[in-house]
């Protein structure tokens, strides 16, 4: 039997191959086929249209609505059983059923290049904006290495940041909840203003790339491989692959976002691309198709290699997360929402056209930070609230304010 895995990985033969090795004591005459796909995330969705798409993927987080799970996938299990055993079970779940099992799990910050942080003059990670900014300017001032590499040409890099308007600033595991609910959440002295402030001033201040239209991830982990990037804001996911491509590992340093209440940090955590079976596999392929997905998720390491978040509940944390945690970082995980309000997040983010959790909306902040457009910052703002205000009244009608159940 042949199985066929859609993945947004590539250049892991090696590991493919280990795993193959694996299962094989397993189902001795199974073989899987990894289908690497460049720029996943719009031409999954492209073989999505198709029925006929393999036997497995990858389901990126927070790129589709928990109401589109069951219409691609087929069902792995139910959430009261798998979180007895799993991070994450709930993340890719309807009505207590499970579509998806998190590859692994990303806390989100600031991945630094602390050897460039120290020639610039720079002595300790920064834990505030001003300590943040000023750390920056030392190095352009101090340096011929880019302070930031805001990544704006890889798109999705750019959703980095606002992962850190949740927990990251907030400590609250329901912040995400009560957006929903929630007058005018991108106003100032608001999280998301914070955030979203930070990027645009970090590239107005010019302390990033010189084409920012042009950079893309590669050429960001290498540079800051190189010493030639101070900083960028990321998942931890990125942290092993740069300490691959660095001469001294230990230089780069994942840290929280320089953000801190009352001295006390935090760092947003979340389910990162999951795996899941196509919904009209045959029965015995479906068998099959779920032992390698828990041979995955339980067997292959894949988690601990790349410094994520275990999946498996009390396996070790790998360094790049123990870091964080011996730094006395918490880890802050958004709650799943109340069953009466699951898929409401969506329906207002995709009725405000807002998308939050993907990036075309933090583009146009870089745009406008750039000069090639005439916005200013606070009206990016002005229009965000207006858009997820008459999104609420279109949904949840004009008392939504008083519904709040967070």
């Known amino acids: 039997m042949q199985l066929t895995f859609l993945t947004h990985k590539q250049g892991l033969e090696e590991e493919f191959a280990r795993y193959q090795v694996e299962f094989n004591k397993i189902y001795p005459n199974v073989q899987v086929i990894y289908e690497p796909i460049g720029d996943y995330k719009k031409n999954i969705e492209i073989r999505w249209t198709s029925n006929n798409w393999g036997d497995m993927c990858m389901i990126p987080h927070m790129f589709i609505s928990e109401t589109q799970l069951p219409e691609l996938f087929a069902p792995l299990g139910k959430v009261e059983d798998f979180d007895k055993k799993y991070e994450f079970a709930s993340a890719f779940s309807l009505d207590g059923d499970v579509y998806g099992i998190s590859s692994t799990g990303t806390a989100y910050g600031v991945l630094y290049n602390t050897k460039v942080l120290q020639q610039a003059g720079v002595q300790e990670i920064p834990k505030s904006p001003e300590a943040f900014f000023e750390a920056l300017r030392k190095v352009k001032a101090n340096t011929n290495a880019i302070p930031l590499y805001c990544n704006y040409g890889a798109g999705s890099r750019l959703a980095d940041w606002e992962w850190n308007a949740r927990g990251s600033l907030t400590g609250d595991e ?155 970082v918490t880890l802050v995980l958004d709650n799943p929402p109340h069953p009466q309000d699951i898929g409401l997040f969506d329906e207002l983010n995709a009725e405000s056209e807002l998308y939050l959790g993907k990036y075309p909306e933090k583009a146009r902040i870089v745009e406008a930070a750039m000069g090639q457009t005439k916005e200013s910052f606070d009206s990016i703002m002005n229009d965000w609230n207006k858009r997820w205000t008459a999104a609420q009244v279109s949904i949840i009608g004009k008392d939504y304010a008083a519904k709040n159940r967070y």
């Open 174 to 328: 329901n912040y995400k909840n009560k957006l929903v609910y929630m007058e005018n959440p991108f106003s100032a002295g608001k999280p998301y203003y914070i955030v979203m402030k930070m990027l645009y001033d970090v590239v107005a201040q010019d302390l990033v790339e010189d084409d920012p239209a042009t950079s893309n991830w590669d050429t960001c982990k290498n540079l800051l491989a190189q010493g030639k990037v101070a900083a960028t804001v990321i998942g931890s996911w990125a942290t092993v692959d740069t300490q691959k491509a660095a001469d001294n590992p230990s230089d780069i340093v994942f840290a929280a976002f320089p953000w801190n209440n009352n001295g006390k940090q935090y760092a947003t955590i979340a389910a990162d691309y999951a795996y899941a079976i196509n919904k009209n596999i045959s029965a015995d392929r479906y068998q099959v198709a779920r032992d390698y997905i828990l041979f995955l998720t339980e067997k292959s390491g894949y988690s601990y290699t790349y410094g994520g978040i275990p999946i498996v509940k009390g396996e070790a944390y790998p360094q790049t997360l123990k870091a964080l945690q011996d730094a006395g």
